[in-house]
């Protein structure tokens, strides 16, 4: 059984700094790519970043590109987001999530995702 676990979500004022962990247990987690997600009341799921199953290929949307850092800890197994420069936009919940086969590079599509946390919300005031 998969379980991932997102932590660190909250509120903070515009141009500040957040880090979320996500925790997972069930698969050995360095065998997979990993992903964070976000989605706005009224919006679909967004892709934000990727991490490929080694940690040595990363990928961003291009609007948190410059801003957040998606990194691992295979040893902890625990991957982490670390938010700068916050704007109201990236107001959300945010999701992790685990690539369904193995040794993938991270994918950009929540269809290509097997598990999910349960979210945790970031609130960005102005």
């Known amino acids: 059984q998969v379980q991932l676990v997102e932590s660190g979500g909250g509120l903070v004022q515009a141009g500040g700094s957040l880090r979320l962990s996500c925790a997972a247990s069930g698969r050995t987690f360095s065998n997979y790519a990993m992903g964070w997600f976000r989605q706005a009341p009224g919006k679909e799921r967004e892709f934000v970043a990727a991490?490929?199953?080694?940690?040595?290929?990363?990928y961003y949307a291009d609007s948190v590109k410059g801003r957040f850092t998606i990194s691992r800890d295979n040893a902890k197994n625990t991957m982490y987001l670390q938010m700068n420069s916050l704007k109201p936009e990236d107001t959300a919940a945010y999701y992790c999530?685990?690539?369904?086969?193995?040794?993938?590079?991270?994918?950009?599509?929540?269809?290509?995702?097997?598990?999910w946390g349960q979210g945790t919300q970031v609130t960005v005031s102005s």
């Open positions: 991490i490929s199953w080694h940690g040595r290929n990363t």
């Open positions: 999530a685990q690539d369904r086969v193995g040794y993938g590079s991270g994918p950009a599509f929540p269809s290509q995702y097997a598990y």
